[in-house]
């Protein structure tokens, strides 16, 4: 466990997976999230979907990259068939709209590339109710 850790994330034990088939960019928010998540690597919708079976997750984010290949649908559809995940979608850049188009599809919001820490680490906590004791407007969140 990494200094700065809040002990009772640590042992609340929320499931994340990353699914991206860029095995360096899973790696990265893989290690952003893992000192406070259990968190997944998974390189396709269909292994999230398999792994799901047996590790219901409590959030996926999802690469853009993986969305434009399968279609918005797949927001929604990942959703449903991993027992009611909440999706983040991460994408290459906030001013294409793609963010609020995932939003739209039945995403909780979105990130957008470059990557912080500290963003993705806050943006997480928001989705899965964990009151960080900081106040953030739920538009800068890019929430619904």
Same mark, same amino acid.
């Given at each position: ?46 292994? /999230?979907?398999? &792994?799901?079976?047996?590790? @219901? +997750?409590?959030? #996926? ?5 993986? $969305?434009? =290949? ?34 739209? /599809?039945?995403? &909780?919001?979105?990130?957008? @590339? +470059?990557?912080? #820490? ?5 943006? $997480?906590? =928001? ?18």
């Amino acid at each position: 466990m990494q200094i700065g850790v809040e002990l009772s994330k640590a042992v609340e034990n929320k499931r994340i997976f990353v699914v991206d088939d860029d095995e360096i960019f899973r790696a990265a928010l893989q290690f952003m999230l893992h000192d406070e998540y259990e968190t997944h690597e998974i390189s396709s919708v269909d292994a /999230a979907i398999e &792994k799901a079976r047996e590790w @219901k +997750p409590d959030l #996926i984010l999802l690469a853009e990259s993986v $969305v434009r =290949a399968q279609g918005l649908p797949v927001v929604q559809q990942l959703g449903s068939e991993t027992g009611g995940a909440k999706i983040l979608v991460v994408v290459d850049d906030v001013s294409n709209g793609f963010g609020a188009e995932c939003v739209g /599809a039945g995403a &909780k919001g979105f990130l957008a @590339k +470059p990557l912080k #820490i500290e963003f993705v680490r806050q943006k $997480v906590d =928001a989705v899965l109710g964990r009151g960080t004791g900081v106040t953030i407007p739920l538009a800068v969140l890019n929430m619904r």
